[in-house]
């Protein structure tokens, strides 16, 4: 049985579907977040629709995040700051789980 390691950070919810993660190690911040997928994706055979999650990894560091939110909370949050990681996901905890594996 392997032990699980601590958090460090918590979750922080910027707004409804949409929250900032912290990777335990400071190095990354992770922003996990619901969004539509309108059957343009498919999966196999299968037409992809409906409310998911998905994770992406910020492009800077977590001390350069920390500042533009001091600084300029909107650069942070524009998409641009941002490289998709891992989706369409079924679940918050599986995105939350995804960006802890990662």
Do not use: C
């Not at 392997?2 to 190095?27: C, H, M």
């Amino acid at each position: 049985m392997s032990a699980v390691a601590e958090r460090k950070y918590a979750l922080t919810r910027i707004s409804s579907g949409d929250y900032f993660l912290p990777a335990n190690d400071g190095s990354k911040l992770w922003r996990i977040y619901t969004y539509e997928e309108d059957g343009s994706l498919y999966s196999g055979d299968r037409q992809v629709k409906g409310k998911f999650w998905a994770v992406a990894r910020s492009r800077g560091t977590v001390d350069e995040a920390q500042r533009l939110l001091q600084s300029d909370p909107d650069t942070l949050l524009d998409w641009g700051e941002w490289e998709f990681w891992a989706g369409p996901l079924r679940t918050r905890n599986e995105a939350i789980q995804e960006a802890i594996r990662a």
